[in-house]
């Protein structure tokens, strides 16, 4: 009997603490949403900030990408011309780009490049004092450090989900067009012809705006929240890359049936 | 005439039920060095927290230039924070910034000084300790000493009233720790500040303090000038200011007995 009351204490306990972090995160969030006037007037603070987090993690989009669109041609070729229609391989590279893989293959991406970099930095200024040492020269952590990071993470994550969607083309074109020889006419006049502004690209591109919302915040708010220990910054990053690969695999499915249905 | 800058009236403080203060009463002048000594998890640092509002009492009152710390809002604390310079154990420099971007920062977020004179007061402050020189450094650069120096330019950035110091001599040298002493007596002397350390050393703080509370069980165990507690009886005192094993203060945490924990 005991230990049956013991179990659902556990059972309890984990999901009052899961409920409490979520409330937790979404104080930060509208901390960080009232406090980004600084972000926005001091734009240098944001802009180095996404150097970091963006421009920094251009190699590894560009390289993935490349090789994501160079699979999804020769997969795509040997499944298409089953039914001969291999004209259609340019169609289907961009909109498994454009539509799913840019935007969640980058945000899977970004979680473990800048997502981890960003909550071992904000781990790590707790840890060694120093956003205590900022509140304590009566400047907020939340304004000078959060809301720049969170802004440049929110800027970041379109533009990077367009670059991999572009270069992902790009790879694909090279395997379909250049490696087994479909017409090149047809691999882009198809494109062109199927792909839709609005329903395909922006549908896209709001697609890895709410990833980049969700990945940063995520990653801020671990770190803000690791306990200043090695072990405590060690275990909120991990805890980074898997929440936000979750949260991005499930957000994905939720706003894909709401983008299909509309 | 010296009047009170700081007043701590019957504090309590602690975490959940065990309270680490007990009805704390300390009072630090204009002008005059005062420090805060006491045994390890004494909660001297904590007072420096309470003081510079990041915690708040349980009960009684910290008073910063007569206005009660923990009943302002975040604007009135951050209007308080300006008044201080505080500077930690171990430095807490931005790791990311050079140690002139750092001495910098305060006067970058509070003032809109242009670049020139913000150039020179940096400059200045990194004289007044001694590293002029190594402006250029990164702080993964310097030694824990240096760190430390540069973290008083930065907290003497904006010419504080009160410059509070965590543990400024913890894991010095003799030599810097002799520099570190002469630069808390010279720059409270010549900002007119009023100035508290945090401590347990207690040959370098009897040489230049003026005033010295000692903490012990939450309380207040003995406080008086350092001639006064070199004088003094109390075995607390004794126990601490000659280093002695046997008094008041156990070495040992409450324990079972040796022989019950070996299992003879």
Redesign the interface.
């Known amino acids: 009997m005991k230990s049956l009351i013991n179990f659902f204490e556990k059972i309890g306990y984990s999901v009052t603490s899961r409920i409490k972090r979520l409330g937790t995160a979404s104080r930060l969030l509208f901390l960080i949403l009232v406090s980004s006037g600084e972000s926005f007037r001091r734009f240098q603070l944001t802009m180095k900030e996404i150097y970091f987090t963006g421009v920094m993690s251009l190699v590894i989009i560009i390289v993935s990408a490349f090789f994501v669109g160079m699979v999804l041609g020769l997969q795509g070729y040997y499944t298409l011309e089953k039914y001969g229609s291999s004209e259609a391989i340019g169609v289907l590279v961009a909109l498994s780009l454009v539509r799913e893989l840019g935007p969640v293959v980058t945000a899977l991406l970004f979680a473990g490049r800048a997502g981890t970099a960003i909550t071992a930095e904000i781990g790590l200024m707790k840890a060694t004092e120093q956003l205590s040492a900022m509140e304590m020269m009566a400047v907020s952590p939340i304004q000078r450090i959060i809301a720049p990071r969170f802004w440049a993470g929110v800027i970041s994550m379109p533009i990077l989900a367009s670059i991999f969607s572009m270069v992902g083309i790009l790879g694909g074109y090279v395997i379909a067009v250049i490696v087994i020889g479909v017409d090149e006419g047809a691999f882009w006049s198809q494109m062109q012809a199927n792909v839709d502004f609005r329903y395909d690209i922006v549908n896209g591109v709001i697609k890895s705006l709410v990833f980049g919302v969700a990945c940063t915040i995520i990653a801020l708010f671990e770190g803000f929240d690791a306990p200043p220990t090695a072990e405590g910054v060690s275990r909120a990053t991990t805890r980074t890359v898997v929440t936000s690969s979750l949260v991005i695999l499930g957000l994905d499915f939720i706003m894909t049936s709401f983008m299909l249905g509309g | 005439m010296t009047d009170n800058v700081i007043k701590i009236q019957n504090l309590t403080f602690g975490y959940g039920s065990e309270l680490l203060h007990k009805g704390i009463n300390m009072n630090f002048k204009k002008g005059k060095v005062s420090a805060i000594m006491g045994g390890s998890g004494s909660g001297k640092t904590t007072i420096l927290k309470l003081i510079?509002g990041?915690i708040k009492p349980k009960s009684g009152s910290i008073l910063v230039e007569n206005k009660i710390v923990h009943e302002q809002n975040r604007s009135g604390?951050?209007?308080l924070?300006?008044k201080?310079g505080?500077l930690?154990?171990?430095g807490?420099?931005?790791?990311d910034l050079s140690v002139y971007e750092n001495v910098a920062?305060?006067m970058r977020?509070?003032t809109n000084l242009p670049e020139n004179i913000i150039k020179d007061l940096v400059l200045l402050k990194l004289n007044a300790v001694g590293l002029r020189g190594a402006y250029k450094l990164m702080p993964t650069e310097l030694s824990g000493g240096m760190a430390r120096r540069v973290?008083l330019a930065r907290a003497i950035a904006l010419d504080p009233d009160i410059i509070m110091y965590d543990e400024p001599f913890a894991g010095l040298d003799p030599i810097s720790m002799a520099v570190i002493c002469d630069l808390i007596r010279s720059l409270n002397d010549a900002l007119g500040a009023t100035s508290i350390i945090v401590t347990h050393d207690v040959a370098e703080t009897f040489s230049f303090a003026d005033y010295i509370y000692f903490v012990a069980d939450g309380i207040v165990a003995a406080e008086g000038s350092p001639k006064q507690l070199m004088a003094s009886k109390l075995p607390f005192v004794r126990q601490f200011i000659h280093s002695e094993k046997d008094g008041p203060v156990p070495f040992h945490v409450a324990a079972p007995t040796y022989n019950l924990d070996l299992g003879l």
């Not at chain 2, 807490?92 to 790791?95: D, G, K, P, R």
Request: proline share 5%; no cysteine.
């Open positions: 510079g990041q604390i951050y209007k924070r300006r201080m505080m930690f154990q171990h807490a420099l931005f790791t920062f305060p977020e509070h973290a």
